[in-house]
T-cell receptor, first 113, second 117 residues
């Protein structure tokens, strides 16, 4: 059974600090996604990582994918309050008829001013 | 505007009363899926559809039905809702790359908060 585990599940941090959210998964995949969800809102796509070694950056967020280690990271640089949200990683498994995306449980990020 | 539209946004119903949550996308996406989101459990897939008339069970299909008669629509049907189906539901769609969803990821609807009493 595929497992997608995020670590930590909850993170409270000060503005200006750096931190990393980890996403481990238990089966072979080279396609991984990061989403952001604000309270009471839908999920917004942040990054699509499609190959080993892929790195993408948007503002203070940077995501990377290591398919050999089955690990993706979401790094936050100099956090600001606006980044407070829940972040989900999701792994794409299968292809053709059985394609599906499995989500982690989410990391709730709370950035203190 | 490219979007996935769910209706209703909020719904309170009683146990056993059949209901349908509608989902429509205007991006000509082949792939559509329903998820439920519960505290501490993340998003769990209920059903998905790779194209018209092709549907498959996800991880938590019990108590739900879906249909895909048209490419743009993917309704979620609860024939006899129960309180354990109280949840936040999301519809999502994606174009299909040659090797699957891969290159695109999902576009999500705004969500439907369902309460079954």
């Amino acid at each position: 059974e595929l497992k997608v585990e995020q670590n930590p599940l909850f993170l409270s941090m000060q503005e200006g600090k750096n931190y990393t959210i980890y996403c481990n998964y238990s089966t072979t995949s080279d396609r991984l996604y990061w989403y952001r969800q604000d309270p009471g809102k839908s999920l917004e796509s942040l990054f699509v990582l499609l190959s080993n070694g892929a790195v993408k950056q948007e503002g203070r967020l940077m995501a990377s994918l290591d398919t050999k280690a089955r690990l993706s990271t979401l790094h936050i640089t100099a956090a600001v309050h606006d980044l407070s949200a829940t972040y989900f990683c999701a792994v794409d498994i299968g292809s053709g008829r059985d394609d599906k995306i499995i989500f982690g449980k989410g990391t709730r990020l709370h950035i203190l001013p | 505007e490219a979007q996935v539209t769910q209706n209703p946004r909020y719904l309170i119903t009683v146990t056993g009363k059949k209901l349908t949550v509608t989902c429509s996308q205007n991006m000509n996406h082949e792939y559509m899926s329903w998820y439920r989101q519960d505290p501490g459990l993340g998003l769990r897939q209920i059903y998905y559809s790779m194209n018209v008339e092709v549907t498959d069970k996800g991880d938590v299909p019990e108590g739900y039905k879906v249909s895909r008669k048209e490419k743009r629509n993917f309704p979620l049907i609860l024939e006899s809702p129960s309180p354990n189906q109280t949840s936040l539901y999301f519809c999502a769609s994606s174009a299909l790359h040659i090797s699957g969803i891969g290159s695109y990821g999902y576009t999500f609807g705004s969500g439907t908060r369902l309460t079954v009493v």
